[in-house]
């Protein structure tokens, strides 16, 4: 996605330009409730956030929410201002496991692959 400020090329799961730091426009609202239903994570799957070098883990229930010690949050933006204690891009800051790779992701890889399975961003199939 260009960015309407410096026209830099960002990845299309990005919430704000990777050069200035221009909010982009939203493409879609994707849930982690529709990760869970495309596929992509599944519930029970554990995701991690970085806390002064620590790795602090959560969990992903199936109805989409996010289970924090002994809190339920609706999504990964409420999760991970409450562990870190300010805000951050959950998408981001949010890691799962891709069980195909065994590799770890951002959250942001997640609902950049539902989009393109959508058809929402067609042009950007080079992403995995």
Not at 81 to 110: E, I, K, M
Request: net charge neutral; proline share 6%.
């Amino acid at each position: 996605m260009l960015c309407q400020k410096c026209s830099y090329s960002n990845p299309d799961e990005n919430n704000f330009c990777g050069s200035c730091g221009t909010p982009l426009p939203p493409t879609g609202r994707v849930t982690l409730k529709e990760l869970l239903t495309a596929g992509l994570l599944q519930a029970g799957d554990e995701l991690t956030i970085k806390l002064r070098g620590r790795d602090i883990t959560a969990a992903l229930l199936a109805d989409g929410k996010i289970r924090y010690q002994d809190e339920t949050y609706d999504g990964p933006l409420s999760c991970a201002t409450a562990v870190r204690g300010q805000t951050c891009d959950g998408w981001f800051c949010w890691t799962a496991v891709d069980h195909s790779s065994n590799r770890s992701y951002p959250l942001a890889h997640y609902r950049g692959a539902l989009r393109r399975q959508k058809g929402e961003n067609p042009a950007d199939t080079a992403r995995p």
